[in-house]
């Protein structure tokens, strides 16, 4: 179609077509169009196989010793919500990025882009609450940035968190480890995150008291590894564009497919309605304190037992298979019976949820 | 003061208070204010000896191997200058970061934070130029991330680069180890940076041909190492706030007295002239390719030598000398043959230069 046509049909149309030449809110999404965006500016330019594997982090070997390194920007907004801030989300979140790989988590840094005109008053409990999640997790934030931009230039304070972490077991855990016949196990509720921040914006006619579940994982998944060992192929916390984006990536990058039973997955009920309320699925609704893991079955068993034992998976199940069949989709049986194909989303339903 | 006397006394004055309980520009300046901030907020809070250190970058043992971390956010306006852009600025910065220590930098971190409309053909540039930056050095961007924030919520783009690197010399380059006796080097001419983005910033009455001197310092660093090894007691680059704010740093730190000759530090023509029109102190404009180091005397000449066989320290002079006298001051011996102290900068001449 030429450019021509293009501004004809958009002309024509009352819904304005996409704009193919800047940044839409969508491209921020964790959906389709973020991965087109990331392979066709990032990927292509900074073309390394580390990057390429387009894990959560990147594991590299420094004088004998393998080490994660992550990085994660935070914008979400409010800056403060139920059950966190963009300060502890920020340290679990990349505290989680390290582990979803099985390392242990040593440090992590912090910059900060404060906008002109923030109070301190809002300032000081992220930072009290990053400490706090830091201190949980026994790492350390031991180097730091801040920028301040002009007033309008920013919104309040953006924390973007690196980490490094060691990696102290011999296996891969990633994408590329996963084989038919894996079990995938899901570590609990969904959806938490994302309708909590929903709720915190206001504007919203519905009350709820769902709180974000920010959580680091490390300890659990130290746990499944003690259990699962080399049974644990690959592990992701399905965040931005929530479960079904993290299992149309593993699908995408394994070449495999994946099926799940709607009816295993919970939601809490306050959730849930909410999610009935807005038009939100749950399965595209952000987690920060979940995982996904792709397990043989043989050790399954064993990473479910090890992971109830845990105060962070209590409530995990076996939602589903990775299969030979339809490879790159993933499929649910539905809670009424039928059969569905879970796609990638495409843009986002929920800007700025981390 | 009490609060009320405070705000009566502003009510009075016709110049603004400044306002304590909001961040102001000038906490982002790399002065005065900018390390209040950061003792008051985050070293506080973070409390920890790697942080405390604060030095550009943490150095960290994991494993029997010494690595340098470090993170840097770039919200430099404009985007694309004389002599760079914010994408090989924040490359180059976060490598000459890790590089203070002495360390052979690894691999580098990118988070981007978007504004929603930014036109990709401005995004384009910005990334095949951090990717020349990286390749030049031999380093590869490992991991990222990629946020959206709506318009009006950031300014087109910015850039968080973390990185690691691996320390494989035994000596703490650190200004803990300043000892009076030592001499100041400089590697270069100053002021280049800050007056290359203040002239791409337009509304200015002077047309300039100064660029940025952005470069990344790694291969500069390791051949001062080779001649001077643990003659090399600190090394920083003199960005936000200057020369003045880098040597203040080192005074207070090692809590020795630093005296320099203005006659020895050269400012290019065309930026002494654009320092003289818009009345800027070149000590105070903001460097990216440059370093002062602080060596032991036996060792300097020695260090001298190899850093002017250096393309980036062809220039290199000795500036000054680290006394015991007057502990924490930085004093200069001026050009007209007087001496004056050299504070550090309260806030900032010039925002968002990096």
Redo the contacts between chains.
């Keep these: 179609m030429s450019d021509e046509t293009k501004d004809n049909n958009a002309a024509a149309c009352p819904i304005p077509a996409q704009d193919h030449?800047?940044?839409?809110?969508?491209?921020?999404?964790g959906g389709k169009l973020?991965h087109d965006?990331?392979e066709r500016?990032?990927l292509s330019?900074?073309s390394?196989p580390?990057?390429s594997a387009q894990e959560d982090?990147?594991v590299?070997e420094?004088?004998?010793?393998r080490?994660a390194?992550?990085?994660?920007?935070?914008?979400v907004d409010p800056i403060i919500f139920p059950g966190g801030t963009i300060g502890d989300l920020a340290v679990n979140g990349t505290i989680n990025d390290l582990c979803m790989c099985g390392a242990v988590p040593?440090?992590l840094?912090?910059?900060?882009?404060?906008?002109?005109?923030?109070?301190?008053?809002a300032?000081?409990p992220i930072?009290?609450t990053?400490?706090a999640a830091?201190a949980r997790t026994g790492v350390?934030?031991?180097?730091?940035?801040?920028?301040?931009?002009?007033r309008?230039?920013?919104?309040k304070v953006?924390i973007?968190t690196?980490g490094?972490g060691?990696v102290e077991h011999p296996y891969t855990i990633s994408a590329a480890s996963i084989r038919p016949g894996d079990r995938v196990i899901l570590s609990g509720s969904i959806a938490d995150h994302g309708i909590a921040i929903l709720a915190a914006r206001g504007g919203f006619s519905f009350q709820s008291d769902v709180r974000s579940d920010t959580a680091a994982l490390h300890s659990l998944v130290q746990t499944m590894l003690k259990a699962g060992g080399k049974g644990i192929h690959a592990m992701r916390d399905p965040t931005r564009g929530g479960v079904a984006a993290t299992l149309n990536e593993f699908a995408a990058k394994a070449r495999i497919g994946i099926s799940i039973d709607e009816n295993c997955i919970a939601v809490a009920p306050a959730v849930r309605g909410a999610c009935e309320l807005l038009g939100l699925d749950p399965l595209y609704v952000a987690n920060e304190g979940k995982l996904i893991a792709i397990v043989a079955p043989e050790l399954a068993e064993a990473v479910l037992a090890a992971m109830r034992s845990h105060p962070l998976g209590q409530q995990a199940v076996t939602i589903g298979d990775v299969t030979a069949e339809q490879p790159k989709f993933v499929s649910m049986h539905t809670a009424i019976g039928g059969w569905r194909i879970v796609d990638m989303p495409i843009g986002e339903q929920l800007?700025?949820i981390?």
């Design positions: 030449r800047t940044v839409q809110l969508a491209h921020g999404s973020m965006l990331i500016l990032f330019t900074f390394n580390a990057l982090q990147a590299v420094i004088n004998g010793v080490l390194f992550t990085t994660d920007a935070y914008v040593v440090c840094s912090a910059a900060f882009i404060l906008e002109e005109g923030c109070p301190f008053a300032l000081e930072v009290a990053m400490q830091a350390q934030i031991v180097t730091g940035d801040t920028k301040v931009v002009n309008g230039k920013g919104d953006y973007t690196s490094i060691v800007p700025r981390c």
